[in-house]
């Protein structure tokens, strides 16, 4: 039986959203898959576009989840959904993380674009 406490000393025994369990443990989760992610960000070169933009947020959304110790208010103010989805959202980052690590979209291309490959209508 999953559930979490509420601030208002309610217990949340569903998220209310299919595919969803409740996490009990939500901010510890949420706090380490931002630290993983901020260590993994660490390792991309400080210029790097998705760098910097991953790493404000990421710190961001971090800061909120260990200052708040209400769930409903940390969902609040970070703004995009439960905390559960906020944990789908930090495990995707962080595989993204690792992905841009592997895939060094920074650095100039192997070989010179196709005539229009960057051109939009």
Do not use: F
């Amino acid at each position: 039986n999953r559930s979490t406490k509420m601030a208002s000393g309610a217990i949340k025994r569903a998220t209310g959203i299919p595919g969803y369990k409740v996490v009990p443990n939500a901010r510890e989760v949420l706090c380490n898959l931002y630290a993983k992610t901020l260590a993994v960000l660490q390792r991309l070169p400080k210029e790097a576009a998705y760098r910097k933009h991953a790493e404000q947020i990421t710190q961001q959304r971090l800061q909120v989840t260990q200052a708040e110790a209400s769930i409903p208010a940390l969902e609040e103010k970070i703004g995009c959904g439960q905390v559960e989805e906020l944990i789908d959202q930090a495990e995707r980052e962080l595989s993204l993380a690792n992905k841009m690590e592997e895939w060094r979209p920074w650095e100039p291309l192997v070989g010179e674009a196709p005539p229009n490959q960057w051109k939009w209508p």
